[in-house]
């Protein structure tokens, strides 16, 4: 069973810290890009980031840049979002996806069911 879990949300003030972690199992992690979604409420999912399966490339939205950073551990099959510098517009329910391939922009096949981030004082 392919199952990609979520963990490390939860309520942090602005300018506070969270890391996200994304355990995945069931398929073959090492050969997949990973990325990591947002979903606000009353918005649209959108993508955040992407770290591609050989490390070498990585990608981030503007709204994040410099403040959050993702990375992988192939050993632990886990991919995490470190996310700095938090404000109030970052409060969503964050998601991560196996794309199809090892690069990103190939497009998302399997799905986590997310962790909820809030950032309010």
């Known amino acids: 069973e392919v199952q990609l879990v979520e963990s490390g949300g939860g309520l942090v003030q602005p300018g506070g810290s969270l890391r996200l972690s994304c355990v995945a199992s069931g398929f073959n992690f090492d050969d997949r890009a990973i990325g990591w979604f947002r979903q606000a409420p009353g918005k649209e999912r959108v993508g955040l980031s992407c770290?591609?399966?050989?490390?070498?490339?990585?990608y981030y939205t503007d709204s994040v840049k410099g403040r959050f950073t993702i990375s992988r551990d192939n050993a632990k099959n886990t991919v995490y979002l470190q996310m700095n510098s938090l404000k109030p517009e970052d409060t969503a329910v964050y998601y991560c996806a196996a794309q199809t391939s090892s690069q990103c922009h190939s497009g998302m096949e399997y799905w986590g069911k997310g962790t909820l981030v809030t950032v309010s004082s």
């Open positions: 770290i591609t399966s050989s490390f070498l490339s990585t």
